[in-house]
């Protein structure tokens, strides 16, 4: 079996192959010590480990699973917004720019369900419709639809459950095209929290000093609402990379608690996630 002429075929036809395999470019050494550590026998299984390591992550079905999971949140984000602005009673949304702001981001979430609905080649009605939701989290929210600071708490709650969900889900999606577009929607998710963070420090009693991005603060939720509290779990974490390198005083520097915290958004899982998602989902149509 002749590792390199396998090597330069698959080449051909994909010319990342040795990045994919080694980000840092270490692959043609490897194989070299594979081939001098294990039997010829034991080779295909090693060679089979190192392809799934490359490609596994580009398996289809778990592509699609993952645009299918950020369809139906966007379908969330996009019913909130657009019910909340259609309401007969939607003066409670302040007119100029407090409900421009939640226009355009109401028209950012169908933008990126119709691009979600296209990759996945949906067609025809959406998948989610408004009364499948149940925006009181089960009365937990119960004012939601009439009490503008209520309205932007779960906005908030939504947004950045919103970034910390894209981010969760790129593993998954690393060497694939849509990669790229799950970014570009993350980032607008995360422009849309920072605004919404600022609106909320502007609007909503107790908390104006929030700031435009998640701050330290002992359980990682620095809203002060608590019913919303695992959507910020995680986010105290002073630690970061493979080898949890503590960053607070790294290399002795002043670098604080705060700031080690608040430099570093952390990703959310799949599993957290939809737990987040089906407070507000009716049963039926909850996400499994």
Do not use: C
Not at 10 to 29: C, H, Q, S, T, W
Not at 100 to 126: P, Q, S, Y
Not at 206 to 214: H, N, Q, Y
């Amino acid at each position: 079996m002749n590792i390199l002429n396998i090597l330069d075929e698959i080449e051909k036809v994909d010319g990342e192959i040795y990045e994919r395999l080694n980000p840092r470019r270490k692959a043609m050494r490897d194989f070299y010590n594979i081939g001098k550590k294990i039997s010829l026998a034991a080779l295909p299984l090693a060679m089979g480990s190192m392809f799934q390591k490359a490609y596994g992550q580009s398996n289809p079905s778990s592509v699609t699973d993952v645009l299918n999971f950020a369809l139906a949140l966007e379908y969330l984000e996009w019913n909130y917004y657009n019910h909340a602005l259609t309401l007969a009673n939607a003066t409670y949304i302040p007119d100029g720019a407090p409900r421009a702001a939640i226009t355009t981001i109401r028209n950012h979430e169908r933008a990126h369900v119709d691009l979600l609905k296209g990759a996945l080649n949906i067609t025809g009605a959406d998948g989610y419709v408004y009364a499948d939701f149940d925006f009181t989290a089960n009365g937990g929210f119960g004012d939601v639809n009439t009490n503008y600071q209520t309205f932007l708490k779960v906005a908030l709650a939504f947004e950045d459950t919103g970034v910390r969900a894209y981010k969760g889900q790129a593993p998954i999606l690393k060497g694939n095209a849509v990669l790229t577009t799950a970014l570009q929607i993350h980032s607008v998710e995360a422009r849309h929290a920072s605004h919404i963070r600022q609106m909320v420090a502007a609007n909503v009693t107790g908390a104006g000093s929030l700031k435009p991005w998640i701050a330290y603060t002992a359980n990682g939720n620095d809203t002060g609402v608590s019913a919303v509290d695992a959507v910020y779990a995680g986010e105290q974490t002073t630690t970061q990379g493979p080898n949890n390198i503590q960053i607070t005083g790294i290399n002795g520097t002043a670098v604080t608690q705060t700031a080690a915290a608040e430099s570093f958004d952390e990703f959310l899982t799949g599993s957290a996630v939809k737990t987040i998602a089906n407070l507000f989902i009716k049963a039926g149509k909850k996400l499994t």
